[in-house]
């Protein structure tokens, strides 16, 4: 992300993930700071190194770097993501199609209401989607889809 100043562009270097791998990792991409606390919390609980990205907000001045091709560490180091950024976004919907390209290596478990899911169902192919709010579904979505799938070293 690319944190915007009226004068110049300062960049925002997310937090790298720490070494050595400890646990799975699984990023989570929430805009709604309570819903993201909740969700990362859920998931440190249950046994996963957890990274956090806001997303993309113009009105604090945050861009993302990932539809313009510029990687994202916490992006590349996560083993899962849990996309629940809106997907009413034409850049979220860029993100998300980015994540999608390396879905095999990476599942993505998509936060979407049924509205949502199914306007952009062609985003969602291969995706694990989940209802908002749905964190009793959460830790079993990301247990599956990690299933079987060995933590890089």
Known sequence: MVR???TRQV???PNEWPEPRLEPRVLVEETDEVGRWATVRLL???GFEVGECPGPDATRGWECPIPRGVTCPLVEGA?????????????????LGTH????????VCVEATGPEAFANRHLLDGCRVLS???????VPEVVSALKGRPMDD
């Open 4 to 6: 915007r100043s009226k």
């Open 132 to 138: 908002p709010g749905g964190l009793g579904d959460l």
């Open 44 to 46: 440190e609980r249950s």
């Open 11 to 13: 960049p925002y270097v």
């Open 100 to 107: 999608r390209q390396t879905i095999l290596e990476r599942p």
């Open 79 to 95: 083993d899962a993501i849990v996309f629940s950024l809106s997907l009413g976004s034409e850049e979220n919907r860029a993100i």
